[in-house]
C-alpha cells in the first residue's frame, strides 16, 4: 500500500472517529470566540515571536462589531522604536502600518453592528503593498516605503490600540465587541485564497489544510490560551447545526481524495517501475478492498447519522422559535397583567386614602352631633317650661330646679309662669327658691 493511500485512510478513520466521538481540539477551539469588554482594562497581550513576518505577513479574522465609538480597536502591534507598526480598528477606517501608513475603507465597506464580517490586511515587502479585505472582496490598498521590513521586538495587544510602546491605553480605543478564528500568516495571501477562507465559513476548518497550516504561525488556538485581562472572555460562537455540517464536509472531502488517490494506484495508469510493483499489489488484494467497503459503510453510515441528526436538529429549532413565540406572547400578557395590578394598587391606595379621610370626618360630624344634642338639651330645657314636667313622672316641683326659677326671687313674673294650683307662692313673696325651698313645697304641698 503506497504512502498516500496510508495517508488518506488514516484520515478517513480519523474522519469518522471525529464525526462520531467528537471534535479535534483545534476544532473545537475554532468554534469559541473571544468576547471583550468596553473598558481600557478588556484586553488580551500577546509576546509572539515575529520574526517570521518581517518580510510578509495576513491578518485575518472574523468581527462582530458590538458599539460604536471613536477607534474601536481589535489589532495593535507596537515595537520598541515604532508604537503602531500595525493597528486596525473594526469599522475599516484604520489600517495602520509603520506608524502614518494608512488606507480608511471604511467608506466602502458595510459593517453591520451585531453581525459578524470577515477581514484581512496583507502585507509583504516584495510588492511594498498593503491590501485590505472584508467579506472576501478587496476594499483597498496602498504602499509602503522601500526596503522597510517589520520590526520584530515588540509585542500584539486585542482589543485596544498601543499608544506607545509601555501601552498608555485609552478608553475610546475599547474594542468590546468579538473576534473569532484571528490567525496569523508568515505570506501575504492572495484575493483567491482569502476569498476561499470566507467562503468556508467561520466555523469551518480550512485554516488546517491546503497549504495553510504551514505559513499559519499565529495560531487561533494559542491565542485563546493566553492570558486575558479584565472583562474577555471565551464564547462558544458556532450552533450545532454549522458544527455538524463542517463535519460532513470533511468526510466528504476526504472520500473523493481517497477515491483519486486509489485512482492512482491503479494497473495502466502509468507505467510501473520494480518499486512500485509491490504497491500496485498490494492495492489490488482482496483484503485493502475490504478494508476500502468498511470504510466506505462506516463513512455512509455516518453521513446518515448526519442527516438524521440534522433533521431532528431542524425541528428542535422549529419548536424553539414556537416556544419563544409563546414565550413572547406571554411576556406581552404579563406586562399587561402587571399594568393591571399597578393600576389597581394606585386604586386600593386612593381608596384607602378616601376612607380614612371619611373617617376623620365621621369623629368630627360625631362630635359636633353631640355638642349641639347638649345644646339641643339645653334648650329644650330652658324653653319648655312646667308643662315639660307635667308630661313627666317627676314633681311638678322640680320645675323650680330648671335656671329659669333656680335661685331666684320670686317675683309676680315667676308666679306667673307657675300653674294656677301653685297659688300658695304668693304667701312667699320674697323667699329665695332654693333647694330647701323646693323641698318643702314638695313635701307640704304636691298632691
Known amino acids: 500500500m503506497s504512502e498516500a493511500v496510508k495517508t488518506l485512510l488514516l484520515s478517513l478513520l480519523l474522519a469518522v472517529v471525529l464525526v462520531i466521538n467528537g471534535t ?17 482594562a478588556d484586553y ?51 489600517n495602520w502600518m509603520f506608524h502614518n501608513h494608512n488606507r480608511n475603507v471604511g467608506y466602502l465597506i458595510n459593517i453591520r453592528m451585531g453581525e459578524w464580517y470577515h477581514y484581512c490586511f ?16 478587496e476594499s483597498g490598498y496602498y504602499s509602503t516605503p522601500y526596503g522597510r521590513r517589520l520590526t520584530t521586538d515588540g509585542f500584539i495587544v486585542l482589543g485596544q490600540d498601543l499608544s506607545t510602546f509601555a501601552g498608555d491605553f485609552r478608553e475610546y480605543f475599547s474594542f468590546g465587541g468579538e473576534l473569532q478564528k484571528l490567525n ?7 484575493t483567491t485564497e482569502v476569498r476561499e477562507i470566507y467562503k468556508a465559513g467561520r466555523c469551518s476548518h480550512i485554516e488546517t489544510r491546503r497549504g495553510h497550516q504551514y505559513s499559519r504561525q499565529l495560531k487561533w488556538e494559542r491565542i485563546l490560551e493566553q492570558q486575558r485581562f479584565g472583562n474577555v472572555s471565551i464564547v462558544d460562537s458556532c450552533p450545532l447545526n454549522e458544527k455538524l455540517h463542517h463535519c460532513h464536509e470533511r468526510v466528504i472531502e476526504l472520500e473523493e481524495q481517497l477515491k483519486e488517490a486509489q485512482n492512482n494506484t491503479q494497473p495502466g495508469n502509468e507505467e510501473p517501475s520494480s518499486d512500485d ?39 428542535a429549532e422549529e419548536k424553539l422559535e414556537k416556544t419563544e413565540t409563546r414565550l413572547r406572547k406571554t411576556g406581552a400578557q404579563l406586562d399587561k397583567s402587571k399594568k393591571k395590578v399597578s393600576t389597581l394598587k394606585k386604586m386600593l391606595k386612593q381608596a384607602n ?18 355638642e349641639k344634642e347638649s345644646e339641643l338639651e339645653n334648650l329644650e330645657n330652658s324653653l319648655c317650661g312646667a308643662n315639660c314636667f307635667k308630661a313627666s313622672n ?13 335661685n331666684k326671687v320670686v317675683t309676680d313674673e315667676l308666679i306667673g309662669i307657675l300653674n294656677e294650683s301653685w297659688s300658695q307662692l304668693e304667701n312667699f313673696k320674697g323667699s329665695v327658691i332654693n333647694e330647701g325651698f323646693i323641698e318643702f313645697f314638695k313635701t307640704n304641698f304636691d298632691s
Request: charge should be negative; aromatic fraction near 12%.
Open 44 to 94: 488580551v497581550k500577546l509576546t509572539p515571536d515575529m520574526r517570521p513576518f518581517s518580510n510578509a505577513f495576513s491578518i485575518c479574522t472574523w468581527i462582530k462589531k458590538l458599539q460604536r465609538g471613536s477607534y474601536p480597536s481589535w489589532f495593535s502591534y507596537a515595537s520598541s522604536t515604532v508604537d503602531t507598526e500595525i493597528w486596525i480598528n473594526d469599522d475599516g477606517s484604520y
Open 184 to 190: 496569523m500568516y508568515s505570506k501575504k495571501l492572495n
Open 394 to 406: 317627676s314633681s311638678y316641683w322640680d320645675i323650680l330646679y330648671t335656671s329659669t326659677f333656680f
Open 122 to 137: 496583507c502585507w509583504d515587502l516584495a510588492s511594498r503593498t498593503a491590501h485590505i479585505y472584508h467579506n472576501g472582496r
Open 277 to 315: 510493483a509491490t504497491t500496485i499489489t498490494t492495492v489490488e488484494d482482496d483484503g485493502l478492498s475490504a478494508e476500502l467497503e468498511e470504510l466506505r459503510l462506516n463513512l455512509e453510515s455516518t453521513t446518515n447519522r448526519l442527516s438524521e441528526t440534522e433533521t431532528r436538529l431542524e425541528k
Open 353 to 370: 386614602s378616601d376612607l380614612e379621610n371619611n373617617v376623620d370626618l365621621l369623629r368630627e360630624t360625631r362630635a359636633a352631633l353631640r
Open 24 to 40: 479535534s481540539a483545534y476544532e473545537e477551539q475554532s468554534y469559541k470566540a473571544l468576547k471583550f469588554g468596553n473598558t481600557l
